[in-house]
């Protein structure tokens, strides 16, 4: 009967269909099996146990034969699915990883509606299906089929997600090691939706706390965000902020950045795997740090609980590495463009320079439209720019934080190594910057970032220390090069954008002399170039 319904699938003919055949001996005519005979016959086979006259591709057949059938036909009878769920479970039950990875498959397709899952749980599945995700790494088969089954019951009933699961999936998330199990970060990922679709089960099973220590190995910025983005979206409603304790939970995260002596894992006896662990939790808490900064939630969060100041006061003690990290968030978060790493001021003065654009933009990039777009100015005026008004606000939150501090802290400390001075060039740029942008976007009585500059004065006339003075003259001089450099306008890199601005200011002068209207916007590009 397999044989015949696996020719038949071959074939193309349809199980759930009725068929009329001659036989070729006769006028007789018989009928195939309906669907119902057909899933009878399927559930006889599937409850039979492992037996040696029984081949292992028969038992998996047999098994896909089933998903076929129940993908298309949907079984909705409550005995028809009660009838299935009891066949299955003998599959779950057997010694081979393919028939068990077919069963998980069979129920997942299942699992269509609530009464299905309803089934599923008064004949206690979940038990099966951890025990099938609890097993060997080499079993990947069969661990990826249970962990496809947990993500369609999370999407089918989210309210009634077995606890059973979420403790193995934070079972298995935060049990890291350096086998680098593939599963980790669908796992992950999973728990990320559970949080979003019933944070009070999260809540429960400590699903926050793991996500929390994920993120400290996690190696893809992309998964990192994802993790964060799932707890800031916890922290900005009312109804799910209680779940995520700010004056715990968050320095779980930033410990690499605000403790010297910080450590994740016990002491390893090979020091260049414990150096590369180190690197990989720097780069994890800058990802989160970037992230929580691009937003409002992660802006006041951090705020309320301190670490912005934390991280500020930490930034002159922390090692090079710590702080070319730190500086880079800070490069990132406020969308200036990165300079080299080099001790040599001139040439990090390039990247300040207004001629040079931070987007090399191609053919299909946008070419000549995009450049347009990021030199002129906006046509309206009258609009919000809620970036900068965003931006202004934590430029403000920095300064009242001790950033000013910070960095004069920083100079004064960064005339030791090779290192450090290229940690002061780069923080250097980094204040010019924000000078800059202070004075554009920031109330006068509000800007005190500029303070710093009055001790890096006192530093620079310290005739006691030669290298101190001489680094704080070289800084000065540097933020008064970035002020002259901001004065002048940008100028388009391509000379075909440089053509027809030309050609706008030559019309507009004719529009002049002939006394006709000239457009607003037109206006604002000649004032602009």
């Not at 303070?451 to 101190?468: E, G, K, M, Y």
């Not at 000065?476 to 391509?494: E, F, G, N, T």
Request: charged letters at 20%; aromatic letters at 8%; a neutral charge.
């Amino acid at each position: 009967m397999e044989y015949e319904l696996a020719m038949s699938d071959r074939e193309g003919i349809s199980v759930g269909k009725q068929r009329e055949r001659t036989s070729s001996c006769g006028n007789a005519v018989r009928r195939v099996a309906s669907p119902s005979d057909s899933l009878t016959e399927m559930l006889a086979f599937v409850r039979t146990r492992d037996q040696p006259h029984v081949s292992r591709t028969h038992r998996v057949t047999n098994l896909n034969l089933l998903a076929k059938l129940i993908r298309e036909t949907t079984p909705n009878d409550e005995s028809e699915i009660e009838q299935i769920v009891y066949s299955v479970r003998w599959s779950l039950c057997s010694r081979i990883q393919e028939v068990r990875a077919g069963g998980l498959r069979v129920l997942r397709y299942l699992l269509s509606s609530e009464l299905a899952y309803d089934v599923f749980c008064a004949y206690h599945m979940s038990i099966l299906v951890v025990r099938c995700l609890d097993t060997s790494s080499q079993h990947e088969t069969e661990r990826v089929q249970a962990l496809r089954l947990m993500r369609q019951v999370l999407h089918v009933a989210p309210n009634k997600f077995p606890r059973s699961f979420a403790a193995s999936l934070v079972s298995l998330v935060t049990q890291y090691s350096r086998s680098h199990d593939a599963l980790i970060w669908a796992s992950a990922g999973t728990l990320c939706e559970l949080a979003v679709l019933s944070p009070l089960l999260a809540a429960q099973c400590g699903v926050m706390k793991a996500l929390l220590r994920t993120l400290l190995t996690c190696q893809v910025a992309r998964m990192s965000e994802a993790i964060i983005h799932t707890l800031l979206f916890l922290v900005n409603d009312p109804g799910t902020r209680k779940f995520v304790h700010h004056d715990l939970d968050i320095e779980i995260v930033m410990s690499p950045i605000t403790d010297l002596h910080y450590q994740h894992e016990a002491i390893d006896v090979d020091v260049r795997a414990g150096l590369e662990d180190k690197e990989t939790q720097i780069e994890a808490s800058k990802v989160a740090l970037t992230a929580m900064l691009k937003c409002w939630a992660g802006l006041i969060y951090l705020s309320q609980s301190g670490v912005i100041r934390t991280v500020l006061e930490m930034l002159p003690l922390a090692d090079p590495t710590v702080q070319k990290g730190l500086l880079e968030v800070f490069f990132d978060v406020f969308q200036i463009r990165l300079p080299e790493w080099t001790e040599c001021f001139i040439q990090v003065l390039r990247s300040v320079e207004a001629s040079r654009s931070p987007h090399d933009w191609t053919l299909g990039e946008g070419w000549v439209a995009e450049e347009g777009k990021y030199l002129l100015p906006p046509r309206i005026t009258s609009r919000t720019n809620l970036v900068a008004c965003y931006l202004s606000m934590l430029l403000f939150t920095l300064i009242n934080c001790g950033l000013p501090k910070a960095f004069t802290e920083l100079y004064e400390r960064s005339y030791a190594s090779l290192e450090q001075q290229r940690v002061a060039v780069r923080a250097t740029v980094l204040i010019g910057e924000l000078i800059h942008f202070s004075s554009s976007y920031i109330p006068v009585e509000l800007s005190h970032i500029a303070h710093c500059v009055p001790d890096l004065i006192a530093s620079a006339t310290q005739f006691s220390n030669h290298a101190r003075r001489s680094l704080a003259s070289q800084v000065i001089s540097c933020l008064d090069r970035i002020h002259q450099l901001k004065k002048h306008s940008a100028k388009p890199s391509s000379l075909f954008l440089d053509l027809i601005f030309k050609q706008v200011v030559w019309h507009l002068c004719i529009m002049c002399l002939s006394c006709d209207p000239i457009p607003s916007g037109w206006i604002l590009q000649a004032n602009w170039t």
